[in-house]
């Protein structure tokens, strides 16, 4: 099991930027394909992003292509997502998610119960 912990939300005005954090600890972070999820109140959570192991692979759902771009440190152990061009609707909790991934180097996941481990999650408000 990895250890997950979100930084970066707050509160921004439409049309600004973020810069989300999920710092890993416990287990090798190299070994784990990430992804964010977010969650707005009253609505399930859903994918944002997801990047591979060796970070060379990436997907984004539609609407944050663009906008918003994944990353990772492995050496860090931190993966990141930032988040410019902000709107309203963007607004809700963002959770970033691991999977241990032992046999591929580029396999990437988009479903929630394709993933082992959570963050508590980050608040991101966007203010119109």
């Known amino acids: 099991q990895v250890q997950l912990v979100e930084s970066g939300g707050g509160l921004v005005q439409a049309g600004g930027s973020l810069r989300l954090s999920c710092a890993a600890s416990g287990r090798t972070f190299s070994n784990y394909a990430m992804g964010w999820f977010r969650q707005a109140p009253g609505k399930e959570r859903e994918f944002v992003a997801a990047i591979s192991r060796s970070g060379l692979n990436i997907y984004y759902a539609d609407f944050v292509k663009g906008r918003f771009t994944i990353s990772r440190d492995n050496a860090g152990m931190t993966a990141y997502l930032q988040m410019n061009s902000l709107k309203p609707e963007d607004t809700a909790v963002y959770y970033c998610?691991?999977?241990?991934?032992?046999?591929?180097?580029?396999?990437?996941?988009?479903?929630?119960?394709?993933?082992?481990?959570w963050g508590q999650g980050t608040q991101v408000t966007v203010s119109s």
């Open positions: 998610a691991a999977r241990l991934t032992y046999n591929s180097g580029s396999a990437i996941y988009r479903e929630k119960n394709e993933y082992d481990d």
